[in-house]
């Protein structure tokens, strides 16, 4: 029974939180007023009380982020390269930004490459420049939305990735990606550990939907929920301009629907929100066609926000996949509006149906400060990691704390709103949709 | 040879800019500090000296917009009625809660009501009910996008509409509405005549597309290039985070490009922008489509802004109008997208586009402050107009000085981009986009 | 050790995190979709690993917020009422409305009042009017900043206060305020219980400083960051603008520098911020005067943020106080100013520096999304536990989770930045004083 | 008569408004798509006609702004400087990089240098180091506020000056800066004269205050309304958050209360705007205080907006001035609230006032999309003049035409809101402040 949005702890705990190192660490040179962390400074999994009484008193733990008094590189030799894997996200200049000057200013490393344009950057055929990110070209970048080093989806073989990591004497990566890329980062450490090599690789789990295990919030969410109340707005206002108006906004979210729950929370004018967790009925007594005339009959007006994967089931559609191997979702809202139009044509119910579609807008904005300030320490935190040898792992964070998680817990499953929680319960309150599905009470 | 992007005054003078009066009026009751405005105050056609030498020294003007000195009604027993017609737009709110404020405390009108949903409010069968239009009711709506009376297109029976205002015994009506309802509003002022009853009808021009003539700049139309640029930042931000990546922007602007070519001036990222005005080839050695990949190759990305009715000419569509009867208009960026990816794929060259349609988002918002300011303005200078027994006119602003135009005028044309002023060329420089398409030299 | 920069829990844990309840609960009658959370549901206070095995194994825990099955109160004839008391703070609109709404559509309560203008509002002699808080009411203050109800600050007479809700049959009070006001809540429920009468008080925290111990991150603290950086961002353009320029910039917090700390990190231009935990000297080897000498030396300009609050022991100031019984602060930005000249006269350094002190713009301005949910979240819980029978408590975040927490344990202290943790080193990191401070090393 | 906000034209038409020439201009060099301006385009000063007619049809012109098919310069041996003068501005960054662009890509200049920190550039014993203005370098520059070159105030001497632009070569001079800096352009025009050298020199406005003769509105000014009104919003709200709450702003305007009265017509919640043309007095019957107590007894709150260089005749000063030779203000709001605090606690009226000085905040945002549009056509423009061989004058945009005005004319005086005009009077409609000040009707 929780009441939070953000991310619950799985019901099973882990196995095993452990994080692999490289080797032992020595004492390092001076940090700046250090206030080192210990290695066995961990933070509980569980918060709630019941969770740890179920499970008989075991409560696993994270390794708190953080820098170490022992670091495992001669900084002085060491060399960074940082990639950005898949789709935009505000607040990945940021992430850059805080390495950068974290690793150069703090650890002094002797220098970080940008590798550009995703993992096609590290296969030689691109034929993409590399990029020298120093602190005067990182300066800036955080008043900008996107990524500087620039993107591209989908795998490239693993071992050319490494062959490339050696060939540039780099000795840590960090991987700023999103489910695909964690587990490209995965290979990418298995490669390493077979050649018997010493790279580290630190991942930074970005992703517009939110939808990553092990992290509460993932980076640029609250920033692309500002941007998206501002769509729902409009489609609020042309709802209420003309005689029975629906003002329909499509957002992303392709399993998880995050970004239109946490909107709909935020603005309170939404009326139905439809994600891919809380799969619906077209039509029937508890349809959303014969919910939506209700709405319409009794308001005169309707705001409808979906995540884009919401209402799959009802879709027919070809099992084609995109470039990072993301199922193509079948488009919603095209059957929504085709739906609502045969049905309310049948009733003789005019109506004018505003349909937006603010897609990237909400993603390739600048972070706000919020979010800024949490790429800050993401990245910060991954250079402590990084430097101190560990490898094959996140940074997150948990109950308040930056951790480390093991690669091998991020991937194994994707965070999905519980519609069981208080939360889901609160978006549903705050749109009253249940009384338009269930007009004589709820099952 | 004009250097201005505020609407030109036409080559040939109108024929007459008198306008119509209900009567002659009688010395006002005291207004507060007044200032009145003379009858015979006007406004000069034209600005350009060259204008007028070609013209032979004639120069038409308008009268000056403001507080008259002789009033025809009497104020206490006045009832007005406002009605909003056709899309929204930033501010309308505003002219709205300006024309209550102005009437209620400077002329002390009986009632102020407003028509609910457009012209079919004033036609009993659609049962919408009538507005009370106090100061009070109108006080924060400024704060808020959209019109709070409501919007619907269409015609209704002129007929039925004198008849709503005899009923309701509404001795002016300000319509505040685009192209079509000045249009209707011209109409209504001819069944007024023919009753010989005495309403005055002011309209206030209202279009996002700014095509209005004899209107320098509409409400509105500041707010909504603001708003525009947000999207072509993104799509910025998108093309320049893969490789050759493509943001393509579809903007407002049925048949004038004026807020893709202005949105395009404020953020000077973009470097195709496409409008009805400036008809353009898809292939061949001038087309757009050898164009964008002579810059893809160039510079490794592109933006393209697409204001909707550009590029018509390429699209076969069929003749169906919506409910204003304005014709259809063909979906110029999904043929560019598929023309795009039939060329680029011949040649094997890998890219990705990124689409953003902000549609509503950019007309749905409240007003600017300066949009705010003038829209207080235009309400304003209805009401004194009105007040004077003034009919069948507009408020517009020209030269600086808000006039009124007959709605004779208003109705003649719309307004376009002239593509050969030194606005356009600006445009076109701000883009760099004819070195694309004319690599060797313009003709 | 935490990296956190929200609230650290205390070395010490409390001793009792019981929260009053005023009687024994019986089954409530339906909730919509009911997740009822069972009274024995806690959240550990402690997260750290380390922290629970130096305590050998103690961590107390809080009550887990959300609805009950059990409520204590007749819902259908319970009267509620909402007191907003000091300064204002983005989110308090939100609050009153998920109070309203939350009670009115989940517990149908018989009414809600707000008290106007404060603890004032229950004063008869103040004579201000009681106001009807129905949905209808509140169903678009959240789009405004400050509070519908109005505020003012100082105590009343407890026992007025309680004469005065038995006066109305109020059974619930819920308390938006500060570190004062949750001491006059506390009071208010003693009063309550000598009296053994039913009456359920819950407080909201509210403080633009973010200085509530047991609690993670006050409302509107977000928001107000945000803008804060607003005001940081031109002073460091007007730094830039002049030859050896100077942009100080003063910032809300008397006794914990936040909103200081915090706009310091997302913004990353700022050169030194002082805060009142962290103590410094005006001249000397190490002092401010000179430490600023010689970044202008260095880069010709400097950005100085200043926590209201900070360097009062420089100061020589009267013992006065405010309505509130807060002591009124010496200005220390006059005195760093005055300071500034006199040394840099002295050497003969031309310089222009430009002070802004937003002072209320960022507290006055509507909340974020992201705080506006936050504030819906901590309205609702509020309002669960009240029905439930709980009084004497606030409603808190901590670990991600809606807790109960005794107003007992709220009132023990204030939250101030640990400036030995790694979230005071990011800040100092991020505006690199210390290299200005101490130019040989740090001590 | 006149029922604009922006510069009306003077009642006394201009002797001479011929602008000044370095000698006969050549036919220029291709310009891509040329659409050349005649040099016998003019624009209107008086758009009236019965100014026209009260000056018995004389109506005199401007030159019409835009590129000339004569070119004066050999433009690939050219060198043009930019230099900014006195205190920022919203678009100043925007004016210099359409210079360089304009320079650059259509004129082909060999080099634009950027003057470092206003007329102190110039000056060797200042040793700041002038700036390479490359289309690089300027790319991103409009996405900040203030000059990327830095300002300073003051004169300097004029053979310096010219001595400086004679060792650099430049034969183009661009003055972006306020009144004092347009009279020393008019002294560096003589003094070039006085050498028989060929140096063109043109200004282009910048004032926040928007206090310049001839100058329709100047850059800037929108953008600094825009934000001018966010600080009005918080001194609203703060305002009704309080029992008599009083929220106070004051603005920038040291002789022209423009900012403060376009603020308050644009939000309509000010009660009071006092501006440096309307003097009032502060006791007795039609005093500021008394109104001030009506409006507080009327309403319970008051907001009053107070351009800074408001009521200075109720102020005893000393006749200090600034390093740009202005005179410094008198402290008008510290005197108002030191006399509100008086008059209120002698009648017991308990109050809150709060004061937001949004100072600079208003002035270095970067330029909003209609600001920086309007300083691109500025830039553009001024190009245009100088590479025709104009000098000595500025551009301006007049009736919506860009012209070309001696600097004479500009440095005549200092625009001025007309308190008889209908400008006026709609914004003390909009704060209704007369019913205070003369609550039995005004004089």
Not at 73 to 100: E, M, S, W, Y
Not at 188 to 209: F, L, N, S
Not at 214 to 220: I, N, S
Request: charged share 20%.
């Amino acid at each position: 029974m929780r009441t939070d949005y953000t991310c619950p702890p799985p019901s099973d705990p882990p196995k095993d939180t452990s994080v692999q190192t490289l080797g032992p660490a020595k004492i390092r040179s001076r940090l700046n007023r250090p206030q080192f962390v210990d290695e066995d400074a961990r933070v509980y999994l569980y918060a709630g009380v019941k969770d740890v009484a179920r499970l008989k008193g075991v409560n696993p733990s994270f390794e708190l982020a953080g820098p170490r008094e022992h670091i495992y590189f001669d900084t002085a030799k060491t060399k960074c390269a940082i990639v950005t894997c898949g789709g935009l996200c505000p607040g990945i200049n940021d992430v850059i930004r805080a390495i950068v000057l974290e690793a150069h200013f703090n650890y002094h490393v002797s220098a970080t490459y940008g590798i550009p344009y995703g993992l096609e950057g590290f296969i030689p055929s691109y034929n993409h420049a590399l990029m020298d990110l120093t602190p005067a070209a990182v300066s800036r970048i955080h008043e900008f939305g996107g990524t500087i080093l620039g993107s591209s989806r989908g795998p490239q073989p693993v071992e050319d990735i490494v062959d490339a990591l050696e060939r540039m004497s780099v000795a840590i990566l960090f991987v700023i990606g999103g489910d695909g890329s964690m587990k490209a980062a995965a290979r990418i450490v298995e490669e390493i550990a077979a050649r018997r090599i010493k790279i580290a690789v630190i991942g930074i789990p970005k992703t517009i939907d939110n939808d990553i295990v092990y992290v509460a919030q993932t980076f640029g969410f609250d920033t692309a929920v500002e941007k998206a109340t501002e769509a729902i707005r409009c489609a609020h206002t042309e709802a209420l301009g003309a005689p029975n108006g629906i003002g329909m906004v499509k957002l992303m979210g392709r399993e998880s629907g995050f970004i239109a729950a946490q909107a709909a929370l935020a603005l309170r004018d939404v009326d139905f929100v439809l994600v891919p967790e809380d799969p619906f009925e077209l039509s029937g007594e508890h349809g959303f066609i014969p919910a939506l005339q209700r709405r319409l009959r009794m308001r005169g007006h309707a705001v409808v926000v979906v995540a884009e994967g919401a209402g799959q089931h009802l879709l027919k559609r070809p099992e084609a996949t995109d470039a990072s191997g993301n199922v193509k979702l079948g488009d919603i809202c095209s059957m929504l509006q085709a739906e609502i139009k045969s049905a309310l044509d049948q009733v003789k119910l005019d109506y004018t149906l505003k349909f937006i579609d603010p897609s990237y807008i909400i993603r390739s904005v600048p972070a706000s400060s919020n979010d800024s300030i949490y790429c800050n320490f993401l990245g910060q935190n991954a250079v402590h990691a990084a430097m101190a040898g560990k490898t094959g792992m996140i940074v997150s964070k948990w109950s308040g704390n930056y951790v480390h998680i093991p690669l091998s817990l991020v991937t194994t499953g994707r965070k999905k709103i519980d519609i069981c929680s208080n939360y889901w319960r609160s978006v549903l309150e705050s749109t009253g949709q249940l009384s338009y599905f269930y007009p004589e009470g709820c099952p």
